[in-house]
């Protein structure tokens, strides 16, 4: 068979079920073997979707997401999706063609280095030389992008490799599983808890599955150790657990750090420096720390673990739990809830254009405890984190490593391919919609309902806050935007704008119902980020 066929052949043994990306001339072998294997082929409209779509697929699976591109312009249109996975953890394999390595009359035109360019952000990058050694490649890549800590692996594959003839065949998926961790390292995390008089846990990403959720809800029941969530670790144990101190909200002091501040022992669970400073919660050193995670911690000035629990989580923490005898109470923790789900249901006036918070009240009464939002990167991210109660792991989704703009549609529609029983919603600014606006046609295509909600403030409103705060004059912010109602139409999407005197849950049900690809535009008033961020909270004093 061709070395492409092979390649698809070895990707079907993985387990694939979606491959995202864009044809190009020199990857026409692989995108007909494509098409005569058993995958379904999504073609998205920007490569850069495609890695993010892919990168969503390997965040909810387990299992490595797979997009592909041509060579040159979209190769280097992958990197931002490929970046976004490799930061957040989450496992994907690209797959970029390239010119033939023989026989290349075309010289230097669209020629990069691609591998270089993929190397500073992938676990491995290969560029395919052999097709014999097809199997093993694509088996190591897979292997690699989905051990702890998961992330991305590219692969380059020239033309004239693709189109070469082989007799290689298939490599086997194997199965690995996790090893436990250390008895003795149980022991001494056992001991520190038990020695602590107001010990925490720090809910990651890493521990964003389900499994983990089962044993931890456990441990947390059975020691009344209360916990708080990272951005992306929302949704480890539900928020109407008793022991929830909800999530981190900002980069910097917040209403839950009156409880982490009362900590003496903080214990990280599948916890990455890259998505919530340790500066944040542990600026004077004061903390001891316990880790218990998949892998090995990375230093850092404020994270440094006096004991670190390696293996699978979810065995660390029935293990950690049949050693620590009798339920305490942590008033200081009760009394951080307490302050916590005031702020959460807290009434604020109505109003038109509606703040932030309405708008995330409104989205979570639409929204049932299985229904997934994924949220592109704007300020409103720091609301929905603060503010969106959330029962079941993965079903908020951001990216707050590498937070980069354009990834909430794209993240919606793949949530929505590998979830068609539940509403997905993704919410968007309206800069960052702009980026990947265009995807709504592969949605259409692909007859994938997926609901969007466009805040528009006509701005760059994070950065314009930021501005704000630094004193210094507003430049650069303001945007022009269409009629997004009327946008949505133009592609055969249902489109609606939310009017003055009109309810936001209102339109969200009415865009679920009509079964397509619908968008609501909502505008927002963003007033209210500077007088809660840095006046509010920087005048923070906690009670007693």
Excluded at 158 to 172: H, L, S
Excluded at 529 to 541: D, G, H, K, P
Aim: hydrophobic share 40%; glycine share 8%.
């Amino acid at each position: 068979m061709k070395a492409a066929e092979l390649l698809v052949r070895q990707l079907e043994e993985e387990g694939v079920r979606y491959v995202f990306g864009l044809p190009g001339e020199e990857n026409l072998h692989l995108l007909d073997a494509m098409r005569r294997g058993d995958l379904k082929v999504v073609i998205t409209r920007h490569e850069q979707a495609a890695a993010f779509m892919a990168a969503t697929y390997g965040r909810l699976t387990g299992r490595a997401g797979v997009c592909f591109s041509t060579l040159g312009p979209g190769a280097t249109n992958l990197v931002t999706g490929v970046a976004h996975a490799q930061l957040i953890g989450a496992p994907l394999v690209s797959i970029s063609a390239q010119k033939p390595r023989r026989k290349n009359w075309q010289g230097k035109f669209q020629l990069l280095d691609v591998p270089g360019i993929m190397n500073p952000v992938t676990k491995k990058t290969i560029s395919i030389s052999d097709p014999d050694r097809i199997p093993t490649v694509v088996r190591n890549a897979f292997k690699t992008a989905e051990a702890e800590r998961p992330g991305a692996v590219h692969l380059e594959l020239p033309e004239d490799v693709a189109e070469e003839e082989t007799t290689a065949g298939v490599q086997r998926r194997g199965e690995v599983r996790r090893p436990l961790a250390d008895s003795r390292a149980i022991e001494r995390a056992g001991e520190m808890i038990a020695k602590a008089q107001n010990p925490l846990i720090i809910l990651s990403s890493g521990a964003n599955r389900k499994r983990i959720t089962r044993q931890l809800l456990e441990f947390i029941n059975r020691t009344g150790i209360y916990a708080v969530h990272t951005q992306m670790g929302k949704g480890v144990i539900p928020d109407d657990c008793e022991y929830s101190l909800f999530a981190t909200g900002i980069h910097r002091r917040d209403y839950v750090n009156c409880g982490i501040d009362q900590a003496d022992l903080i214990i990280t669970v599948g916890y990455n420096i890259v998505e919530y400073p340790p500066f944040v919660w542990n600026r004077s050193l004061e903390k001891r720390i316990l880790n218990v995670d998949f892998v090995e911690s990375e230093p850092d000035p404020h994270f440094n673990p006096a004991v670190e629990v390696i293996g699978d989580i979810a065995h660390s923490f029935r293990e950690l739990g049949q050693r620590i005898s009798g339920k305490r109470s942590f008033p200081v923790f009760a009394r951080t809830r307490t302050l916590l789900a005031h702020k959460i249901s807290e009434k604020t006036e109505f109003r038109y254009p509606p703040h932030p918070q309405e708008i995330v009240r409104s989205v979570r009464e639409v929204l049932g405890p299985e229904d997934i939002v994924t949220l592109d990167n704007g300020i409103y991210k720091l609301w929905f984190s603060r503010l969106y109660p959330t029962f079941r792991p993965n079903t908020f989704l951001l990216d707050n490593a590498l937070a980069t703009m354009g990834a909430g549609l794209p993240a919606g529609i793949a949530a929505k391919m590998l979830h068609p029983e539940k509403k997905v919603l993704a919410v968007c600014g309206d800069g960052g919609f702009m980026m990947n606006s265009q995807e709504l046609l592969t949605a259409l295509r692909y007859r994938v309902p997926i609901v969007v909600l466009l805040l528009n403030d006509n701005a760059y409103g994070f950065v314009q806050w930021k501005q704000k705060n630094l004193n210094l004059p507003d430049f650069g912010m303001d945007l022009n935007n269409p009629d997004f109602a009327r946008f949505a139409q133009s592609f055969g999407a249902h489109g609606v704008r939310v009017e003055r005197g009109e309810s936001l849950s209102r339109a969200l049900e009415a865009a679920f119902s009509s079964k397509t690809v619908a968008l609501v535009e909502c505008p927002i008033d963003y007033s209210v980020n500077y007088e809660v961020f840095s006046v509010e909270l920087e005048n923070l004093v906690c009670s007693p």
